[in-house]
């Protein structure tokens, strides 16, 4: 059955929170009140981060081209309130064993953007150093013949630079 395709094709580089093996961090884990992560102590005033991810994966995606005329208009090119919003494809999560059997998407809530890159594989930008943190995932079905048995085949991600208030996912 065939459920569309992605028009305009970049890639992200995105790793998924491991919250198991965050919350095995010795001296570091998560706060049992608000489930935030707890700093590890290493000498420095502010301690050394213990979110842990999984391996990196390159997903296909299509890049919703108001991020970039938004920071346009700012001095610096970039400003904090900025929201990023990528477009995947179902096949392609679903390819790349993103997708539970249960239908379940495996990107959540704290998930982390590195990269941003051509189909080629070339670096268009890189957030390594201030990486874009997931914030909402949500299926569409945009295109589509329902009357055919399929109900979605796009999964929005928003993403933000911040990743403060995510708290742990279960």
């Not at 991020?67 to 700012?74: D, L």
């Not at 001095?75 to 990023?84: K, L, W």
């Not at 048995?149 to 995510?166: E, I, S, W, Y």
Request: net charge negative; hydrophobic share 35%; charged share 25%.
């Amino acid at each position: 059955m065939y459920r569309g395709r992605l028009i305009q094709r970049a890639a992200i580089v995105l790793e998924r929170l491991d919250t198991e093996a965050t919350s095995l961090v010795v001296g570091g884990g998560y706060d049992d009140r608000f489930g935030e992560t707890i700093p590890v102590a290493d000498g420095s005033q502010f301690g050394d981060d213990s979110v842990r991810f999984h391996d990196p994966d390159v997903i296909p995606c299509q890049v919703d081209r108001g991020i970039w005329g938004r920071e346009e208009m700012t001095g610096g090119g970039e400003h904090v309130d900025t929201e990023a919003i990528f477009t995947l494809h179902l096949n392609d999560l679903e390819r790349l064993g993103l997708v539970l059997p249960s239908g379940e998407v495996r990107i959540g809530l704290g998930d982390k953007i590195s990269e941003l890159r051509r189909p080629s594989g070339t670096l268009i930008i890189s957030w390594a150093d201030s990486p874009l943190y997931v914030t909402q995932v949500e299926d569409a079905g945009m295109g589509i013949d329902s009357a055919a048995g399929a109900t979605r085949n796009l999964v929005f991600v928003h993403a933000k630079p911040d990743r403060k208030g995510q708290g742990r996912r279960t």
